[in-house]
C-alpha cells in the first residue's frame, strides 16, 4: 500500500502539470480560436471546421477523431502514446466543450484571435509537453503517416496540419486560412519558449593560437570556467583547442574585449543557449 502511495505521490506532479496545460489550450481554443473560426491544424482545426459546419461540439469531435488514432498508434507503433498521451486527449475534449458553454468572445478581429489564441495555446500546449503529456491527434497521425510512407515526422506533420490548414480555407475562405497559418507559427514558437525558456546565456566557440591565455583570462575576470575541445584543421591538417564557454548577455562585451587582446586573429563564433543547468547558472 506505502509502494502504492509513493508512487503516486510521485507522478501526481506530471499530471496535475499536464493538467494544467491542458486547461491553458482549451481556454486558448474556446475564447478565441473556435469562435474566430481560427483552424491553426491538428485535430483541434479539423473539430472547429466541422463545428462551423455541422454544429457539432468541439471538444466530442476531438474525442472522437482522436480515440481512433490513439488505438491505431498503440497497435502500430507501441507504447509511445501511453497514459498521459490518453489523459490529456481526454481532459482537453472534456473542458473545451465545458469552457466553450461559458466562453464569450473577446474580439472579434481575426488578428488578434489569431495572436492571442495561438499564444495561449503554445503556452498550454508546451507546459503540457513539459510534463511529458499531450493532447493526441496530430502527433499520433504524423507517426502513423511516417510509418508508412518515406517522410520523416516533422514533415508528416506539416502535410496533416497542411491539409486541415487548406481544408479550413475552403470553407472558410483564403483569408482565414492565412489566419490560421499566423496562428500555427506562433503557437509553435510559444511551445518553444515554454519548453526551452528565453534565450538568455549565450555560448562562445574561440579558435584561437593561445587557448590557455584566454582561458585564464576568462576564468579570472569573468569568473567563468572554460573548456578545452580538440580541433583539427581541415585545410591546414593541424591540432588546435577550441575554448567553448557559456556567458551571460551582459558578459558578451567583456568577451570580445578579452578575446582580442589577447589573440586579435582569434576566431569567435557566438550563439543562444537555453536553459543553462549548472554552476553560476539555474540549478538542476
Not at 497521425?141 to 515526422?153: K, N
Not at 472558410?172 to 510559444?190: H, M, Q, R, W
Given at each position: 500500500m506505502k509502494r502504492i502511495i509513493s508512487k503516486l505521490i510521485k507522478i501526481l506532479p506530471d499530471y496535475i502539470g499536464i493538467l494544467l496545460g491542458v486547461a491553458i489550450t482549451a481556454f486558448g481554443l474556446s475564447w478565441f480560436l473556435i469562435p474566430g473560426r481560427i483552424a491553426a491544424g491538428g485535430v483541434s482545426g479539423l473539430a472547429i471546421v466541422t463545428f462551423h459546419l455541422l454544429e457539432l461540439p468541439v471538444g466530442l469531435t476531438m474525442l472522437v477523431l482522436n480515440i481512433p488514432l490513439f488505438l491505431a498508434s498503440l497497435k502500430i507503433i507501441g507504447t509511445l502514446f501511453g497514459v498521459k498521451t490518453l489523459f490529456g486527449a481526454i481532459t482537453i475534449s472534456i473542458l473545451v466543450d465545458l469552457f466553450s458553454r461559458w466562453a464569450v468572445p473577446i474580439t472579434s478581429?481575426?488578428?488578434?484571435?489569431?495572436?492571442?489564441?495561438?499564444?495561449?495555446?503554445?503556452?498550454?500546449?508546451?507546459?503540457?509537453?513539459?510534463?511529458?503529456?499531450?493532447?493526441?491527434?496530430?502527433?499520433?497521425?504524423?507517426?502513423?503517416?511516417?510509418?508508412?510512407?518515406?517522410?520523416?515526422?516533422?514533415?508528416?506533420?506539416?502535410?496533416?496540419?497542411?491539409?486541415?490548414?487548406?481544408?479550413?480555407?475552403?470553407?472558410f475562405g483564403p483569408e482565414l486560412a492565412l489566419y490560421a497559418l499566423l496562428a500555427?507559427?506562433?503557437?509553435?514558437?510559444?511551445?518553444?519558449?515554454?519548453?526551452?525558456?528565453?534565450?538568455?546565456?549565450?555560448?562562445?566557440?574561440i579558435i584561437s593560437s593561445d587557448p590557455i591565455s584566454i582561458g585564464k583570462e576568462i576564468l579570472h575576470k569573468l569568473d567563468r570556467g572554460a573548456t578545452a575541445l580538440e580541433g583539427k584543421g581541415m585545410f591546414t591538417g593541424s591540432h588546435r583547442e577550441v575554448l567553448f564557454v557559456i556567458v551571460s548577455r551582459q558578459e558578451i562585451s567583456q568577451l570580445k574585449d578579452i578575446v582580442h587582446q589577447v589573440d586579435n586573429r582569434a576566431f569567435l563564433v557566438i550563439t543562444d543557449v537555453h536553459e543553462v543547468l549548472g554552476e553560476g547558472f539555474t540549478r538542476v
Amino acid at each position: 500500500m506505502k509502494r502504492i502511495i509513493s508512487k503516486l505521490i510521485k507522478i501526481l506532479p506530471d499530471y496535475i502539470g499536464i493538467l494544467l496545460g491542458v486547461a491553458i489550450t482549451a481556454f486558448g481554443l474556446s475564447w478565441f480560436l473556435i469562435p474566430g473560426r481560427i483552424a491553426a491544424g491538428g485535430v483541434s482545426g479539423l473539430a472547429i471546421v466541422t463545428f462551423h459546419l455541422l454544429e457539432l461540439p468541439v471538444g466530442l469531435t476531438m474525442l472522437v477523431l482522436n480515440i481512433p488514432l490513439f488505438l491505431a498508434s498503440l497497435k502500430i507503433i507501441g507504447t509511445l502514446f501511453g497514459v498521459k498521451t490518453l489523459f490529456g486527449a481526454i481532459t482537453i475534449s472534456i473542458l473545451v466543450d465545458l469552457f466553450s458553454r461559458w466562453a464569450v468572445p473577446i474580439t472579434s478581429d481575426p488578428l488578434l484571435a489569431s495572436i492571442y489564441g495561438g499564444v495561449i495555446v503554445g503556452v498550454g500546449l508546451g507546459i503540457a509537453f513539459r510534463y511529458g503529456g499531450s493532447t493526441g491527434g496530430t502527433d499520433m497521425a504524423a507517426q502513423l503517416l511516417a510509418r508508412y510512407f518515406p517522410t520523416s515526422v516533422g514533415q508528416a506533420l506539416l502535410i496533416v496540419d497542411g491539409f486541415v490548414i487548406a481544408l479550413a480555407g475552403f470553407v472558410f475562405g483564403p483569408e482565414l486560412a492565412l489566419y490560421a497559418l499566423l496562428a500555427v507559427f506562433i503557437t509553435t514558437k510559444s511551445i518553444d519558449l515554454v519548453q526551452e525558456g528565453q534565450s538568455y546565456a549565450k555560448a562562445a566557440f574561440i579558435i584561437s593560437s593561445d587557448p590557455i591565455s584566454i582561458g585564464k583570462e576568462i576564468l579570472h575576470k569573468l569568473d567563468r570556467g572554460a573548456t578545452a575541445l580538440e580541433g583539427k584543421g581541415m585545410f591546414t591538417g593541424s591540432h588546435r583547442e577550441v575554448l567553448f564557454v557559456i556567458v551571460s548577455r551582459q558578459e558578451i562585451s567583456q568577451l570580445k574585449d578579452i578575446v582580442h587582446q589577447v589573440d586579435n586573429r582569434a576566431f569567435l563564433v557566438i550563439t543562444d543557449v537555453h536553459e543553462v543547468l549548472g554552476e553560476g547558472f539555474t540549478r538542476v
